[in-house]
């Protein structure tokens, strides 16, 4: 494992994150989670939905590669957790785009680990909360 150095305030290179339908249904038989509010317009609709939704879990997952792209190693990554404020509603035609930003909030020198806030947006719209991942440095 390299050696990553991180201070306070340091920025990560952003990302959009393209999310269509197709992602969706690859999502579903990797993870199981068949429900019809991710493929089902009609139904998402009829819940109160805006269109069918991403998974929180693949926005999530999506969320966090701007940290293990910067750290090198998804095995570096010691917690990770989240809060989900919006849904990512995914249009037929042009899919959705999340956009990715995260900046390192504090460093343990002593135990070589950093913890990064993580921002993920739709539209304006925060779709994660209080989005931290904590990383071994090496």
Do not use: C
């Not at 969706?24 to 317009?41: C, K, M, Q, T």
């Not at 009829?46 to 269109?51: E, H, I, R, T, Y």
């Not at 249009?91 to 135990?111: F, H, L, M, N, R």
């Amino acid at each position: 494992m390299a050696q990553v150095q991180a201070e306070v305030g340091q920025q990560l290179p952003t990302r959009t994150i393209h999310l269509d339908r197709a992602a969706l249904v690859r999502y579903a038989g990797a993870s199981g989670d068949f429900n019809p509010i991710h493929w089902d317009e009609r139904f998402a609709t009829a819940v109160g939905l805006p269109d069918v939704i991403a998974h929180g879990m693949l926005t999530m997952g999506a969320a966090v590669q701007v940290v293990v792209d910067w750290v090198g190693d998804a095995g570096t990554v010691l917690e990770y957790s989240t809060r989900f404020s919006a849904p990512v509603p995914v249009s037929y035609d042009g899919g959705a785009d999340v956009e990715v930003s995260a900046v390192v909030k504090s460093v343990d020198a002593e135990t070589r680990r950093a913890v990064v806030e993580i921002t993920a947006t739709h539209d304006g719209a925060k779709v994660l909360t209080r989005a931290l991942a904590t990383v071994a440095l090496g």
